[in-house]
């Protein structure tokens, strides 16, 4: 069993920051995938940013230059940080870990003025 428990949303200005945490307890394997996906409302959840044991990450497109994923395997946390936002960033965010497919509950995103 793993549990993914997140940390860190809230309502935020545009152009303002924010940092998400995800922090994962149970019987993890060591080498695994951890990263942060969103759902807007209407639309199909989607991927904002993963990052491997070792370090490598992978990017939507739409937060590159403004997002940093980063990860402490001694904690076996996944961190977000995301600066320059912008209210289409508004979303429920979703921490994930693989494998096998591990969701967290969700925190909400909100941008506006």
């Known amino acids: 069993q793993v549990q993914l428990v997140e940390s860190g949303g809230g309502l935020v200005q545009p152009g303002g920051s924010l940092r998400l945490s995800c922090a994962a307890s149970?019987?993890?394997?060591?080498?695994?995938?951890m990263g942060w996906y969103r759902q807007a409302p209407g639309k199909q959840r989607e991927l904002v940013a993963l990052?491997?044991?070792?370090?490598?990450?992978n990017y939507a497109d739409f937060v590159k230059g403004r997002f940093t994923i980063s990860r402490d395997n001694g904690k076996n946390t996944v961190y977000l940080q995301m600066n320059s936002l912008k209210p289409e960033d508004t979303a429920v965010y979703y921490c994930?870990?693989?494998?096998?497919?591990?969701w967290g509950q969700g925190t909400q995103v909100t941008v506006s003025s």
């Open positions: 994930y870990l693989s494998p096998p497919d591990y």
């Open positions: 149970g019987s993890i394997f060591s080498i695994n995938v």
């Open positions: 990052i491997s044991s070792g370090g490598i990450t």
